[in-house]
């Protein structure tokens, strides 16, 4: 599947990079965003080590390496920071942006932590990593990790939401949009009840989104939902029981009945 431009302007572009078809990623198939501002742009969730390539080589078509100035790592999943060492080496310059907690776990790498990677603070941040390009990093811990954040671009309306939202799809898939919510939930449901942590951390989560004008969500995984559907999967989530909601002596999960 080729590269999806979400949003584009003159000099604003928000792009899917459909570096992995079937069969290619081993594990869970992943999505990579490129948000592009002028000439300099920013990844996000550059995925593992497998895929690499393949995202170096499509990120190449829209900005030079030099011009990555930086990364936002939404948690510490390997599907997230796999490929973490070798974007290091290759970017001189480029921050990398993930939560203050995993910011010590990071030497387990063999990188050295000071200067290029920032610890983003529990309450989130703006940045403006590119003039003129805000950003802003929105805390939604706990779905699904401790020190976990989705993104929010104002500038093209999307949201990065990570995991929340993630799909796993068929490997024969290839819709790019979720149009039918409906239809769409059972690639959802029994993912976010089982990895998303509580009822409580989703309505934290919600809260922190108020005020904001979402056009699309776009997560790590899966298809981005658009029109009616991002609101529609937003209300879903609202009345979500998962994770320690359903825990059960005996390491079941129950139905929340
Ligand atoms: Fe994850
Ligand atoms: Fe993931």
């Known amino acids: 599947m080729r590269n999806i431009e979400l949003f584009c302007s003159d000099s604003h572009r928000f792009v899917l990079l459909n570096e992995s078809s079937p069969g290619e990623e081993e594990g869970v198939r992943s999505n990579q965003f490129l948000i592009v501002h002028g000439n300099q742009g920013v990844l996000l969730d550059p995925g593992g080590l497998g895929v690499m390539p393949h995202v170096l080589a499509e990120l190449l078509r829209y900005t030079r390496l030099e ?6 790592l939404s948690h510490q999943d390997p599907d997230v920071v796999g490929g ?8 001189t310059q480029a921050r990398f942006y993930i939560s203050a907690l995993w910011v010590r776990f990071l030497p387990h790498f063999g990188l050295e932590t000071s200067g290029r990677f920032v610890g983003i603070p529990d309450d989130g941040m703006e940045c403006e990593p590119v003039a003129g390009m805000p950003l802003r990093f929105i805390p939604a811990h706990f779905l699904h990790s ?3 954040f989705t993104l929010y671009d104002p500038t093209a309306r999307i949201l990065f939401s990570a995991d929340i939202g993630a799909a796993i799809m068929p490997d024969d898939y290839d819709e790019p949009y979720v149009d039918d919510f409906s239809a769409h939930l059972p690639f959802i449901e029994g993912f976010h009840r089982r990895y998303m942590t509580s009822n409580r951390a989703v309505r934290c989560w919600l809260a922190n989104l108020d005020g904001l004008e979402i056009d699309m969500i776009a997560p790590q995984h899966g298809p981005v939902y658009r029109g009616s559907a991002v609101g529609q999967f937003l209300d879903w989530l609202r009345e979500l029981q998962c994770g320690v909601d359903l825990m059960e002596a005996g390491g079941r999960f129950g139905d929340g009945r």
């Open 67 to 72: 011009d990555v100035v930086a990364f936002f």
């Open 84 to 91: 973490l060492v070798s974007w290091v080496a290759l970017t």
């Open 146 to 148: 401790e020190g976990n």
